[in-house]
């Protein structure tokens, strides 16, 4: 085991074709020079994929703080009888980036990398430059979605080349861009809300031309003939099932198109559901239909894929003797690779990864959305400022970054920072809480850099975990290991809005007794009114209060906040408890050393006994 992001021996040859670049493959046989730390770097593939790095990460520091000053200046231009949420914003994106993520996986594999990655920007140049030129509230929605549509190729096959590469450096390209995103988000959104998607367009022009000229030729398009899922277990001389694939266009049949359909259909609903549950008590119609047909659709979408993989071939002849050159062919729909090997929901290890994955994107979502409002609604922080709040964040990322690679090098076992990580997670939420309980921001501030450091232990160590697990699906779990972390955020968020509402109501609610005697009749009537119309809409409506009634809203808010983090700790409970039980990955470079100690042992003695005799 070459750890960290390395391979095995055994991994290099069982790997997908196309899974790595040519020249890890040319120097796989042959032992690399030690080089020294700053020698060892990439840069030219740091230079390929930063730009990449950096638009997937502005989204989600820049867009969450500026989505109700771009909703306002839309609704302004463009007034609209329909009511959108200014959070609409930000699901159209989260939408698409996240049920896309299993097709890029496929095209990354199918078209090779630079393919995947040059496609999945030019969605994302498209849909960054509707956003930019849009007059109204359904152009910014169908920009964003495109966007997010680019956005899941982005997700997938970077963190794929990254786990293609030996180089654990261009891991902190994440920890650069969650850094620089708040800042450039506080300062776009106070000159125009279009520069929040315009600033992407220079920049995707930038990373197409970098990815062309450092990219291209380190991601090879797999051959057909030698895909191995598509070969039978047991394949016989006379009856072999082939499948050629020459032209990009026949390609296209190997797309799971199919499973496709009924996962982003099924992923689209249930995503939809968890977003308006909040704000309908779960008890709507929408709700409830969305999510029990949404779960319907991912169950026909698993049935599916088990069909898939044991798909029936079709006997077909070549050849003047057709009783001797018998071959099988998968045909139609059959010919699609599975686009979800079954084998990674029945693998402990991969369902603890994928958890592990899950409540990472539980804490990382929360963490952006609920701390920028308390910092705005309770601590009463400018929107610029709040989001310069959230670069606390980054500094641990990076250090968490680091520190797995150091104990993965010294260890050789991805387990022991996982672990480590989901106990500082743990412990992290835990003190955050607290600290917004006394309303301590430097506190809160501090915590976020110990949260920020769990995550950064955790995230290396499981893709190197599901990387070693399952070598021959590279792609498809770096995938599925972003789903469940985008699907966890939203699951995270979907929890902690229902309990902010909830705590925020029943805190009002509990001091309007205490209060009749101290506020006067006009700040009593605005608290009841703000409890019966449902709540703050804005941070525009919170100033427009009196100041007895915005202290009891702020208040009420931090006591909501804080709850919502508190209601993630059992999920992180769970994560702590089931990481102790992963299998320990098997060390080929251990092994390899103790054998060629033996080895020479064995010639040493071989050559004393020759000596004595």
């Not at 956003?131 to 495109?146: D, K, P, Q, Y």
């Not at 970077?158 to 786990?163: A, I, Q």
């Not at 968890?274 to 979408?301: E, Q, T, Y």
């Not at 399952?470 to 779990?477: E, L, Y």
């Amino acid at each position: 085991m070459r750890l960290p992001f390395g391979k095995t021996k055994d991994a290099q040859a069982q790997d997908e074709p196309g899974s790595q670049d040519a020249p890890a493959e040319a120097s796989a046989s042959s032992p690399k020079p030690k080089l020294g730390f700053w020698k060892s770097i990439d840069w030219k593939l740091m230079a390929a994929l930063l730009f990449p790095v950096t638009l997937e990460t502005l989204d989600y520091t820049v867009v969450a703080t500026a989505q109700s000053r771009i909703a306002v200046s839309i609704t302004v231009l463009a007034p609209n009888p329909l009511i959108i949420h200014a959070s609409y914003i930000g699901t159209s994106y989260l939408l698409a980036s996240t049920v896309f993520l299993p097709l890029f996986a496929s095209v990354a594999d199918i078209y090779g990398r630079h393919f995947g990655l040059q496609l999945s920007l030019l969605f994302f140049l498209i849909g960054s430059a509707i956003s930019t030129g849009a007059v109204n509230m359904s152009m910014i929605l169908a920009g964003r979605g495109i966007a997010g549509i680019g956005a899941a190729g982005l997700l997938t096959i970077v963190r794929t080349v990254l786990s293609d590469t030996t180089n654990p450096l261009l891991f902190l390209l994440y920890a650069v861009g969650f850094s620089v995103g708040p800042v450039i988000g506080g300062l776009l959104v106070t000159v125009s809300f279009r520069w929040v998607f315009a600033i992407n367009l220079p920049c995707t022009a930038l990373a197409m031309i970098l990815c062309f000229l450092f990219l291209r030729n380190r991601s090879r398009v797999p051959g057909a003939n030698d895909d191995k899922e598509l070969q039978s277990e047991t394949p016989s001389p006379r009856r072999t099932p082939v499948d050629t694939v020459d032209t990009w266009i026949s390609k296209l049949a190997l797309i799971d198109w199919v499973g496709t359909f009924l996962f982003v259909s099924g992923g689209i609903l249930v995503l939809l559901a968890l977003n308006w549950g909040p704000d309908d008590n779960w008890k709507s119609a929408r709700v409830i239909a969305n999510l029990i047909l949404g779960v319907l659709l991912i169950v026909l979408c698993l049935l599916w894929e088990i069909l898939l993989e044991h798909r029936p071939p079709t006997p077909s002849s070549s050849g003047t003797d057709k009783s001797e050159h018998v071959q099988m062919r998968y045909t139609g729909i059959f010919r699609a690779r599975p686009m979800l090997p079954i084998e990674l929901f029945t693998s402990y290890d991969m369902c603890v990864v994928q958890y592990g994955s899950f409540i990472s994107g539980i804490v990382m979502f929360v963490m952006f959305y609920f701390v920028a409002i308390f910092a705005t609604v309770v601590t009463g922080l400018p929107p610029a400022q709040a989001g310069i709040q959230l670069l606390y964040f980054a500094p641990g990322l990076g250090a968490g970054s680091l520190l797995s690679i150091r104990i993965i090098k010294l260890l050789r076992q991805p387990i022991y920072p996982i672990v480590f990580g989901n106990a500082i997670l743990t412990v992290g939420v835990g003190l955050i809480q607290l600290a917004m309980e006394h309303n301590i921001q430097g506190q809160v501030n501090g915590f976020m850099a110990m949260v920020g450091v769990g995550v950064g232990l955790t995230a290396g160590p499981l893709a190197i975990h599901a990387r070693f697990t399952k070598p021959n699906h590279v792609a498809i779990t770096n995938a599925m290991l972003l789903f469940f972390r985008a699907f966890g955020g939203t699951v995270g968020l979907a929890q902690c809005f229902t309990i902010l509402s909830a705590k925020v109501n029943a805190y009002i609610s509990s001091q309007i007794p205490h209060l009749v005697e101290t506020l006067s009749p006009s700040d009593l009537a605005a608290l009841v009114s703000l409890l019966d119309n449902g709540g703050l809409t804005s941070l525009t409506s919170l100033a427009g209060l009196p100041s007895a009634v915005q202290s009891v809203v702020r208040d009420a808010f931090r006591d909501g906040v804080r709850w919502g983090f508190l209601s993630l700790i059992p999920w992180l409970g769970v994560g702590c408890l089931t990481s102790l039980f992963l299998s320990r990955i098997k060390d080929s470079d251990k092994e390899e050393g103790a054998e060629a100690e033996m080895n020479t042992r064995t010639g040493e003695d071989t050559e004393a006994a020759a000596e004595v005799s």
